[in-house]
């Protein structure tokens, strides 16, 4: 089983950056592809980035595109999420995920989650 733990979120102003840490442990955590969601207040759940367990692939939502980035150090078994230029439409719960397939980030649900990370973004 994989276990995970977000951290960096916080409170921060429209334009500047934040950068969000999901520390997995497990026995076949590095193999894993992970990833990350947000759910905003009044919002669904929707799909931000994902990684594949080598780092040479990933995917990303069109809403953040050009401002974040999905990295991985598997010496460390951590994913980070860069967020730059942040919006106060990024606000919401940030999620780390993983799963064997990358391709379930974008169609299906991670069968492991962690419990989530605050991103607050004011105007």
Do not use: H
């Not at 102003?13 to 193999?31: E, F, I, P, V, Y």
């Not at 780092?55 to 050009?66: C, F, I, P």
């Amino acid at each position: 089983q994989v276990q995970l733990v977000e951290s960096g979120g916080g409170l921060v102003q429209a334009g500047g950056s934040l950068r969000l840490s999901c520390a997995a442990s497990g026995r076949t955590s590095s193999s894993y592809g992970m990833g990350w969601f947000r759910q905003a207040p009044g919002k669904e759940r929707e799909f931000v980035a994902a990684i594949n367990w080598s780092g040479v692939r990933t995917y990303g939502a069109d809403s953040v595109k050009g401002r974040f980035t999905i990295s991985r150090d598997n010496a460390k078994n951590t994913v980070y999420l860069q967020m730059n230029s942040l919006k106060p439409e990024d606000t919401a719960n940030y999620y780390c995920a993983a799963d064997r397939a990358l391709a379930i980030f974008t169609t299906a649900v991670p069968n492991y989650w962690g419990q989530g990370t605050q991103v607050t973004v004011s105007s």
